[in-house]
């Protein structure tokens, strides 16, 4: 089932931890860092969007999501180029909320090591993909998306 257009809160499917910018960042308009946050951080709000060419535009606190030298980033200045995301269902999931999310070239969303107090910045890598039908995705790489009331 393919996601729909909406409000939700994204979480890793590794610990169930909420990923989203952090609530502390410089005032400069650089990209900021999107990572996976510390457990019980309350989960900041994504706006999903489906495209007519069923890709999506993500953006969290009103910031469109790209990659920059393999890290999620959140770009706070507008850009002409439009920043679209393919996001797959995990066959594997029996609740139908689990996806992977890539880019146009196959790099996908991938939960790295913390890098400290818990917090680690999602990367855009190469996915490890286990050799089975359906595909096994380990749990850095699956993402639950949950829809805000």
Same mark, same amino acid.
């Given at each position: ?22 609530? /502390?960042? @410089?005032?400069?308009? $650089? &990209?900021?860092?999107? +990572? !996976? =946050?510390?457990?019980?951080?309350? #989960?900041? /709000?994504? @706006?999903?969007?489906? $495209? &007519?060419?069923?890709? +999506? !535009? =993500?953006?969290?606190?009103?910031? #469109? ?6 890290? $999620?980033?959140?770009?706070?200045? !507008? ?71």
């Amino acid at each position: 089932m393919a996601l729909e257009s909406g409000r939700y809160y994204i979480f890793s499917k590794l610990d169930d931890a909420a990923v989203g910018r952090n609530s /502390v960042e @410089d005032r400069t308009l $650089l &990209p900021k860092a999107v +990572y !996976k =946050l510390p457990k019980g951080v309350d #989960a900041p /709000v994504w @706006d999903v969007e489906k $495209l &007519p060419n069923g890709k +999506y !535009k =993500l953006q969290t606190r009103g910031a #469109a999501v790209g990659a920059v030298d393999g890290l $999620l980033v959140a770009f706070l200045m !507008k850009t002409e180029t439009t920043l679209e995301w393919t996001i797959q269902r995990d066959e594997r999931d029996t609740e139908g909320n689990s996806y992977i999310i890539s880019t146009f070239d196959g790099h996908s969303w991938v939960v790295t090591e913390p890098e400290s107090e818990d917090i680690s910045q999602i990367a855009v890598r190469p996915l490890i993909v286990g050799m089975s039908l359906p595909p096994f995705y380990p749990p850095t790489e699956v993402f639950v998306f949950k829809k805000v009331d």
